[in-house]
């Protein structure tokens, strides 16, 4: 290669031709910025779990049946709440669905109850902790297991004639009301109906340590 060739590739250019090039430059890393962005965005949102992004497809979404034996139990009582297990798929972003098993207190109001739940009941009917579904459905009430303080799972201790959680003390009423300990609200309800003959529940998981009801996931 001649010498004056070689100095020609050294050759900075007049500052129009330097100021074309860096214009030229930036705009070629801009476009792949706005390429780079445009292709992660779906992939990013793909692993938020849905049930965050639509919160609203929890009413009439994903239903679970409840267990047959232990929801003929809670027909034919109202001095106790029954324990009541179920299963449902959860998945999210690009795992595979996974079996989750979870259990729920449920409970068959007389209807002097029904009559006075709402008195009983008002954090689920102020703005705050507002639920968007009965919380009363056909006389029955389906309690979360989950405290409202750091997220144990209470019992119902019928000595006491309440719900006691084990890890910090925070104790309820039957009907969920909130009577004693650390827990900022009462119990949180679940959607419920029954289909077909069969009794069935959509699980959603409240934020714990919060008065206010924030829902974290649904199943």
């Keep these: 290669m001649a010498a004056h060739e070689a100095q020609a590739y050294k050759d900075p250019g007049s500052p129009e031709e330097q100021s074309r090039r860096t ?18 965005i779906p992939s990013l949102v793909s692993l938020i779990p849905e049930s965050l992004i639509k919160p609203d497809k929890s009413i009439g979404g994903v239903w679970a049946p409840l267990s047959d034996a232990e929801f003929k139990q809670l027909e034919s009582r109202t001095d106790n709440p029954v324990k009541m297990t179920f299963s449902f798929q959860y998945a999210d972003g690009y795992f595979p669905p996974q079996p989750d098993d979870q259990f729920v207190w449920g409970i068959k109001l007389t209807p002097e109850q029904v009559e006075t739940f709402q ?9 705050a902790g507002k639920i968007t579904y009965p919380a009363v459905v056909m006389s029955f009430v389906i309690f979360s297991s989950i405290c409202p303080h750091l997220g ?11 719900f006691i959680c084990p890890c910090h003390g925070s104790q309820f009423g039957i009907q969920g009301q909130h009577l004693a300990g650390p827990a ?18 959509t699980w959603i998981q409240y934020k714990s340590q919060e008065p206010d009801r924030v829902i974290v996931a649904y199943s």
Excluded: S
Excluded at 26 to 37: D, S, Y
Excluded at 152 to 162: F, K
Excluded at 189 to 196: C, G, H, I, N, S
């Design 23 to 40: 214009f030229l430059a930036n705009a070629t890393l801009g476009i792949g910025g706005v390429i780079g962005l445009v292709i992660a």
């Design 119 to 127: 008195q009983k009941r008002p954090d689920l009917y102020t703005p």
């Design 152 to 162: 144990c799972r209470y019992e119902w201790h019928p000595e006491a004639t309440r």
């Design 184 to 201: 900022p609200r009462g119990l949180d309800p679940l959607p419920f109906r029954e289909k077909d003959g069969k009794a069935e529940v």
